[in-house]
Nanobody, 119 residues
Framework: QVQLVESGGGLVQAGESLRLSCVAS????????MGWYRQATGKQRELVAG??????NYADSVKGRFTISRDGAKNTAYLQMNSLKPEDTAVYYC??????????????WGQGTQVTVSS
C-alpha cells in the first residue's frame, strides 16, 4: 500500500507564495512519474507540474511561476508556487506512478490540499 500525504496549502493574497509538499510512504520498487494536479470548483482536474522519466512538464498557466522539485531519498515532491493569482485557487493533488516489486503498475493519489488566493 502506498500513501501520499500533501501539506502546505492555505489562504494567501495575490502575489504571495506557497510551498506544497507530498510525502510518499509504503513499499514500492520504482517511481516513474510524480507530479501535482489541481481541480478548481466546476472544472476538470489538470496537470500543474510533473516529473516523468527524467523530463519535467508544466502547465502553460504556471510556467515561470511554479517550480517542481523532488527529494528521491525522502520520496518527497515539492511545488514552489510564486506570484500566485486568484485563478490558481483549487484543490491540489499529488500523484505518483511507478512499479511494485511484483512488477504490478502502481498509481496513487493524495487526499488533496486546498489553495485559495484572494485578490
Amino acid at each position: 500500500q502506498v500513501q501520499l500525504v500533501e501539506s502546505g496549502g492555505g489562504l494567501v493574497q495575490a502575489g504571495e507564495s506557497l510551498r506544497l509538499s507530498c510525502v510518499a510512504s509504503g513499499i514500492f520498487f520504482r517511481v516513474n512519474a510524480m507530479g501535482w494536479y489541481r481541480q478548481a470548483t466546476g472544472k476538470q482536474r489538470e496537470l500543474v507540474a510533473g516529473f516523468n522519466d527524467g523530463s519535467t512538464n508544466y502547465a502553460d498557466s504556471v510556467k515561470g511561476r511554479f517550480t517542481i522539485s523532488r527529494d528521491g531519498a525522502k520520496n518527497t515532491a515539492y511545488l514552489q508556487m510564486n506570484s500566485l493569482k486568484p485563478e490558481d485557487t483549487a484543490v491540489y493533488y499529488c500523484h505518483l506512478a511507478g512499479l511494485l516489486y511484483s512488477g504490478t503498475p502502481l498509481t496513487a493519489w493524495g487526499q488533496g490540499t486546498q489553495v485559495t488566493v484572494s485578490s
